[in-house]
């Protein structure tokens, strides 16, 4: 029995491949994965080695303090305290309380708890192909995965950045109305959460006064606002470290996942003390492995290395200049119809999900990988890790320029 057929008798169909054949990935070196017959893939794709696939410093950080003690927060230990200094140092001061779990989907998951015991409100507001996670809570929130047979009532779709861009006034009023409803309804929306690079939507840089303006539509109803940096984070979007900040607003709860312990599982909840002491009154919080040391000491190395390197600054400078050459392809490529992004992330959206699907394909022959997204499945998803160089932009312009030269 073949590996692929081991994979299906054990792990089911749930969890599916991107391409038509599955890659075979046995070794990861920076911003290059490679296959079990030694063929490199320049990842353009894989952002949880959010600084580089076996990032020595992060492998060392975690080596070191395995060999030493992992355990759970029942105890006092150094590394999740620093990590949680660390990380608040970034944020706005009132920002001040971490709660630390496993991955993105617990994370939101226990912002929309800490949300609706705060408010005592149980609806939220959400882009309209947004997705926050696969617990059973969030799942509802990530309408790109649950249909509207399966949604909720306490759930509201909003316009994400594309409606706002279109026709702003026309955006809010509709937002306002949806929020309306579910008052009327019985369900008060307890929160407005965004991935502040709408990576669901078809990746959209933060329009201009967007966070501003459905910010204060959920203050009028007694809302939280819950900024999801799971994707946007870290220095991804470039010039901030937090995705959100492009707005220049402070939201009342951030939630952080994938790249946090660079492929090591570790995600956090960050909200004020204000917030924090009502929902620890009557609930309280205990993730057995959240924020384990082994775990902090990931997340402390991540931090570290971002600042050392300056991959902030980097992350800009490289995205525009990546951005920048796709963008003079799509002077001569019809096939192209927008790209957007911020920092080292960015959307290449195509005429249809069909050639965006073959685009794939074809660059993976090229030895690039890829994502795809969108509401229609035709954006190309760019997210290397933001170790990208100049030099990667090149290599995978002209796999593009191939690739969509040969589909035109």
């Not at 994965?33 to 949880?48: P, T």
């Not at 909003?158 to 009023?173: A, F, I, M, S, W």
């Not at 900024?227 to 937090?242: H, L």
């Amino acid at each position: 029995m073949s590996l692929r057929q081991r994979r299906t008798k054990h792990l089911g169909n749930a969890s599916q491949f991107f391409y038509k054949e599955p890659l075979h990935i046995v070794k990861g070196e920076d911003v290059w994965l490679i296959d079990n017959g030694g063929k490199r893939y320049l990842d353009v794709y894989n952002n949880v080695a959010h600084i580089g696939h076996s990032n020595p410093e992060v492998v060392e950080a975690i080596s070191k303090q395995a060999a030493t003690l992992n355990t759970n927060t029942r105890y006092i230990h150094e590394n999740i305290v620093q990590l949680a200094e660390r990380l608040t140092a970034t944020l706005d001061s009132k920002l001040e309380v971490c709660y630390f779990c496993c991955s993105g989907s617990e994370a939101n998951d226990l912002a929309l708890q800490i949300a609706r015991h705060y408010t005592q409100q149980q609806g939220c507001l959400v882009t309209k192909n947004a997705y926050h996670g696969n617990t059973s809570a969030v799942f509802q929130l990530s309408p790109e995965d649950c249909s509207k047979e399966l949604r909720e009532d306490w759930v509201g779709l909003v316009g994400g950045p594309r409606e706002y861009l279109d026709n702003k006034e026309k955006q809010l009023t509709h937002s306002f109305k949806v929020a309306e409803e579910l008052k009327k309804a019985g369900h008060a929306p307890a929160a407005f959460i965004t991935d502040n690079i709408f990576s669901s939507e078809g990746v959209f840089s933060v329009p201009e006064d967007y966070l501003k303006d459905m910010y204060d539509l959920i203050k009028s109803f007694n809302g939280l606002t819950i900024a999801d940096e799971v994707q946007s984070g870290f220095g991804r979007t470039g010039e901030y470290m937090w995705g959100f900040q492009h707005d220049h607003v402070v939201p009342d709860i951030v939630t952080l996942g994938k790249p946090m312990g660079n492929g090591h599982p570790i995600a956090a909840v960050i909200t004020t003390h204000e917030i924090a002491q009502a929902f620890n009154k009557k609930y309280g919080y205990f993730n057995t492995f959240g924020g384990n040391p082994v775990a902090a000491a990931a997340g402390l190395a991540v931090i570290t290395y971002i600042q050392k390197h300056g991959l902030i600054e980097h992350s800009k400078l490289v995205g525009s200049y990546f951005k920048e050459g796709i963008e003079r392809l799509a002077g001569s490529l019809n096939m192209i119809q927008e790209v957007r992004g911020s920092g080292l992330f960015i959307g290449v959206e195509l005429r249809s999900s069909n050639e965006t699907s073959e685009a794939l394909e074809g660059l993976l022959a090229e030895g690039i990988l890829v994502g795809q997204t969108g509401p229609d499945n035709n954006v190309i998803k760019l997210r290397p890790p933001i170790t990208f160089k100049k030099e990667h932009a090149d290599i995978a312009i002209q796999g593009l320029k191939k690739v969509l030269t040969l589909k035109a």
